[in-house]
T-cell receptor, first 112, second 114 residues
Framework: GENVEQHPSTLSVQEGDSAVIKCTYS??????FPWYKQELGKRPQLIID?????GEKKDQRIAVTLNKTAKHFSLHITETQPEDSAVYFC???????????FGSGTKLNVKP | DSGVTQTPKHLITATGQRVTLRCSPR?????VYWYQQSLDQGLQFLIQ???????AKGNILERFSAQQFPDLHSELNLSSLELGDSALYFC?????????????FGPGTRLLVL
């Protein structure tokens, strides 16, 4: 089955700096990659997603890149703010199955 | 608000007991997923139902079972509870699996086993 690895497990940045979180997946059949943000004690919320026919997607300060050949995808947050502090999860989903495989999460701390 | 509802929000029970967690998916969504999240841990996929039928199984213990009813709401039953079952249980829903829609999470049920 699919295996998703996420790095780093914790990330501390200064407010205004950029943050990058990386995920790798093992099954080349995966073709949908969402990212979720989870604040303490709350539900994971979708922040951005990308499908395998696209290499990059951007939404304001958040962007996701996908390298299908290398089987890795990354989340980029620019101009970080304290409210970006949360745990971020990447996931990969297999075509025509919709089972999601989640990474282990990255705890992002943005220092004011 | 994702449109996915879960009840109850909190549950405190004793070891050996049985509990039922309930989830109502977003209107129109056919798939329901259940996840377990222990303290400071990632999301552990338990089971998925699609339009009333079990579609995928993850690391679900034999003491746990689930079902999806004709009105598409789902219930997760946890029996012979152990201390280690204390966790946040999330339900998520998505639409047609054939077109691979994303999933939206409910607010979770926090289970504490004493």
């Amino acid at each position: 089955g699919e295996n998703v690895e996420q790095h780093p497990s914790t990330l501390s940045v200064q407010e205004g700096d950029s943050a990058v979180i990386k995920c790798t997946y093992s099954d080349s059949a995966s073709n949908y990659f969402p990212w979720y943000k989870q604040e303490l004690g709350k539900r994971p919320q979708l922040i951005i997603d990308i499908r395998s026919n696209v290499g990059e997607k951007k939404d304001q300060r958040i962007a996701v890149t996908l390298n299908k050949t290398a089987k890795h995808f990354s989340l980029h947050i620019t101009e970080t703010q304290p409210e970006d502090s949360a745990v971020y999860f990447c996931a990969a989903s297999l075509y025509n199955f919709n089972k999601f495989y989640f990474g282990s999460g990255t705890k992002l701390n943005v220092k004011p | 608000d994702s449109g996915v509802t879960q009840t109850p929000k909190h549950l405190i029970t004793a070891t050996g007991q049985r509990v039922t967690l309930r989830c109502s998916p977003r209107s129109g969504d056919l798939s329901v997923y259940w996840y377990q999240q222990s303290l400071d841990q990632g999301l552990q996929f338990l089971i998925q139902y699609y339009n009333g039928e079990e579609r995928a199984k993850g690391n679900i213990l034999e003491r746990f079972s689930a079902q999806q009813f004709p009105d598409l709401h789902s219930e997760l039953n946890l029996s012979s509870l152990e201390l280690g079952d204390s966790a946040l249980y999330f339900c998520a829903s998505s639409g047609d699996v054939r077109i691979q829609e994303t999933q939206y999470f409910g607010p979770g049920t926090r289970l504490l086993v004493l």
